[in-house]
Nanobody
Framework: EVQLVESGGGVVQTGGSLRLSCVASGLTFDDYGFAWFRQAPGKEREPISCIAPGEIDATYYADSMRGRIAISSDNAENTVDLQMDNLRPEDTAVYYC????????????????WGEGTLVNVSS
């Protein structure tokens, strides 16, 4: 059974930073793409970034947070991290870790496996 468990959310002031982490289990890590999505209250979910740990230089960023985030993976620990800097109140959302055997191809359309999410609250 594929499981994705996020951590690292919390309350942060405007301009602050958070590092989200996702631990993946029940899969062969290098065979999957991992993407972060977020969903703010009353809004549709949106993709943020994707990484395919088994591919070279396979990282992708959506426009929503480009320049303020960095995605990375640790193949030894089966983790995918999302470093977020210069956070704004509009970044307040539940952030989800996702995975798909289709790597990052069309990741914005959704991924097969989803974690429960971690809440990020940016105060003004």
């Amino acid at each position: 059974e594929v499981q994705l468990v996020e951590s690292g959310g919390g309350v942060v002031q405007t301009g602050g930073s958070l590092r989200l982490s996702c631990v993946a289990s029940g899969l062969t890590f290098d065979d999957y793409g991992f993407a972060w999505f977020r969903q703010a209250p009353g809004k549709e979910r949106e993709p943020i970034s994707c990484i395919a740990p088994g591919e070279i230089d396979a990282t992708y960023y959506a426009d929503s947070m480009r320049g303020r985030i960095a995605i990375s993976s640790d193949n030894a620990e089966n983790t995918v991290d999302l470093q977020m800097d210069n956070l704004r109140p509009e970044d307040t959302a539940v952030y989800y870790c996702t995975a798909d055997e289709n790597l990052c191809t069309d990741y914005g359309r959704g991924m097969e496996y989803w974690g429960e999410g971690t809440l990020v609250n940016v105060s003004s």
